[in-house]
């Protein structure tokens, strides 16, 4: 059973659109919620989040967390044909890095031109 | 500032070879962590080392081991290879302050093929 779900799995938008990628997740034991982007190989870290309704904002990227609805969302607005990636989602638990994060399968956003 | 390190980028071995792969952590990270991505699977958390001791580990079978050094780098072997084992084997490091989840970053990953 997947405890981190991310949807949808798969994306295609066209440049300049706003794109919405959601991610929900259990509650035990629940630290933060992460977001990476993950273009070739190595995951790139994104935002970190531990409070509730606490937008985080990098350029055209937001993210925001709901720990009532158990989910997340990542918000890319303007879309640009560099935004095409897998984003990932994981969850970090109590006790720091003890379980390791939690990943999604995470959504392949193609962002055509 | 340096970020994660691996190597080697690929590695090809034949079923039952053993397979090391290296990580150096960005410094100051104390914290080293493991994880599997095979097709189709996502990440999947192997083991996590920090100061020197692994802390946890993952459902993965005990062929899967490693160890941190005292420069905090750390080495992941894996024994007895299966077919199954072909991935892309991903190393990230964080800080470890108390029981505060803290940002895990990624190095480029060995992408490990069992034949």
Request: net charge neutral; with cysteine.
């Amino acid at each position: 059973e997947d405890k981190v779900v991310q949807s949808p799995l798969s994306l295609v938008v066209h440049e300049g659109d706003t794109v919405t990628l959601n991610c929900s997740y259990e509650v035990t034991n629940f630290r933060s919620l992460l977001w990476y982007k993950q273009e070739k190989k190595a995951p790139t870290f994104l935002f970190m989040l531990t409070s509730s309704g606490i937008e985080k904002k990098s350029g055209r990227l937001s993210s925001i967390l709901d720990k009532k609805e158990l989910f997340s969302i990542l918000n890319i607005t303007a879309t640009q044909t560099g935004d095409s990636a897998v984003y990932l989602c994981a969850e970090g638990r109590v006790g720091g890095g003890a379980d390791g994060l939690t990943f999604g399968k995470g959504t392949h956003l193609i962002i055509q031109p | 500032e340096a970020g994660v390190t691996q190597s080697p980028t690929h590695l090809i071995k034949t079923r039952g070879q053993q397979a090391t792969l290296r990580c150096s952590p960005i410094s100051g990270h104390t914290s080293v962590y493991w994880y599997q991505q095979a097709l189709g699977l996502g990440l999947q958390f192997l083991l996590w080392y920090d100061e020197g001791e692994e802390r946890n580990r993952g459902n993965f079978p005990p062929r899967f081991s490693g160890r941190q050094f005292p420069n905090y780098s750390s080495e992941l072997n894996v024994n007895a290879l299966e077919l199954e084992d072909s991935a892309l084997y991903l190393c990230a490091s964080s800080l470890r302050l108390g029981t505060l989840v803290r940002a895990q970053y990624f190095g480029p990953g060995t992408r490990l093929l069992v034949l």
